[in-house]
């Protein structure tokens, strides 16, 4: 068996695709946020970070740095083990209880990515309830899919946001049936929000439980914070809201609110919580910081301010016909519409201009809607916007990529060309 050619060969199909990636070696730096240095192949030099998704910058935030330093310097460095043996540091504990109250909810769980979370959460509440029906949105985040997969639970999908559709689906099945909504309070891709209150609606209409990835969300909506059910008044409908640690919140973890029996259950039985080590207590400080911060009135401060700078982004590239996909949120795609080129839009921003913005590309949306993810932050001033917009026609010039123009698109006819003859 030639094991290498077979690995090899799964490469090289990513290639032909145009999606390969090679990842850019940064050094961020505190205190300069969203900059940082990047190491090229003429050295390092100084780039701005677009796409981060530590939205808020409280990855850089002195009292987050302060938090995380403190608990490393008190509890060490790291948890020491799995939960269930000897992980429980006293900051889970008052993280756990912070996150409960910022969703009031009962009880949360800590673990170790958002990922793991809806993993090991969604398989878990599916597996224990007896036949039950997961019922999916079309455009849910890879983790939740994995979850779904877990549990080995009859699943169906429904149409992105389509709630005739998932009416549909809710009433052809028994009544005492146990049914499972899983969906997203904001889509990380498109950056459209989710119809909470009418999707708890027909849960409560049909018998459904109601589970919410927020992580998009929480630390930058709601009056402290609590993401998209808070914002819209709907924390008390839904059942089980799952939340990171890693974006707005700016440290690694992910973790799940919801009723004190549930939370208790997830944590008795879930092999992805169970058999895997705790969260070092430096995130663990770092995130209960930053979690407490931003419920209070600099928390309101900062996201106010997010949200004007992720509209000024907007205004700005609209009115220079970039192809910015409609977004409600703080999310601001722009299509390009070929892996190819989005990739090589990618290169061309990094290397003529000093502009990191990964590509996103195939399994993370459908083929053809190739695009760039922009994640403006408090800290992209109007220099480094006025930079973005000049770099951005200036690639798209180049690639001759697809603009608005008279409220449509206009596709580029020219073959695709690579970096060198572009350059």
Not at 11 to 37: K, T
Not at 92 to 115: F, N, P, R
Not at 149 to 154: F, L, T, V, Y
Not at 371 to 380: E, V
């Amino acid at each position: 068996m030639n094991y290498a050619g077979h690995f090899e060969a799964a490469v090289q199909r990513v290639r032909a695709e145009g999606r390969y990636r090679v990842f850019a070696d940064l050094a961020r730096q505190v205190g300069r946020h969203p900059q940082a240095c990047w190491r090229g192949l003429s050295g390092m030099r100084d780039v701005v970070i677009w796409c981060s998704n530590d939205y808020l910058g409280m990855g850089h935030h002195e009292t987050v740095l302060e938090g995380a330093v403190s608990a490393i310097r008190r509890y060490g460095a790291g948890a020491g083990g799995t939960r269930n043996i000897s992980g429980t540091t006293h900051l889970h504990v008052l993280l756990e209880a912070e996150l409960a109250g910022l969703h009031d909810k009962q009880a949360s769980l800590l673990m170790t990515s958002g990922y793991v979370a809806n993993e090991a959460s969604i398989s878990t509440i599916a597996r224990l309830l007896p036949d039950c029906l997961i019922l999916s949105d079309q455009l849910n985040h890879a983790s939740i899919i994995a979850g779904i997969k877990a549990s080995g639970c009859e699943k169906q999908i429904f149409r992105h946001n389509d709630l005739v559709h998932l009416e549909a689906l809710l009433a052809a099945q028994p009544q005492n049936r146990p049914k499972l909504i899983v969906f997203e309070g904001i889509y990380s891709m498109d950056g459209d929000f989710g119809p909470i209150a009418a999707v708890c609606a027909l849960a409560k209409h049909y018998g459904a439980l109601t589970y919410l990835d927020e992580v998009h969300a929480v630390g930058m909506y709601g009056a402290r914070g609590g993401g998209i059910a808070e914002r819209d008044g709907m924390v008390g409908a839904v059942d089980v809201i799952q939340g990171t640690l890693g974006k707005a919140i700016g440290c690694i973890g992910g973790y799940i609110a919801g009723p004190a029996a549930l939370i208790d259950a997830v944590r008795s039985h879930a092999p992805g919580f169970i058999f895997t080590t705790a969260l070092p207590p430096a995130m663990v400080g770092g995130a209960l910081a930053a979690v407490r911060l931003l419920k209070g009135p600099e928390g309101v401060a900062i996201r106010a301010i997010h949200q004007e700078r992720a509209s000024a982004l907007k205004r700005r590239l609209e009115a220079i016909g970039m192809p910015v996909m409609p977004s409600p949120s703080h999310i601001v795609p722009i299509l390009v519409g070929n892996a190819t080129r989005c990739k090589l839009a990618s290169d061309l921003l990094l290397e003529r201009h000093g502009i990191y913005v990964q590509p996103i590309n195939y399994p993370t949306v459908a083929k053809g809607t190739e695009r760039l993810r922009l994640t403006p932050s408090p800290l992209h001033n109007d220099v480094l916007m006025d930079r973005l917009v000049h770099a951005l026609e200036d690639v798209w010039d180049q690639l001759d990529l697809m603009r608005h123009h008279r409220g449509g698109l206009i596709y580029s006819a020219r073959p695709e060309r690579t970096a060198t003859q572009v350059a």
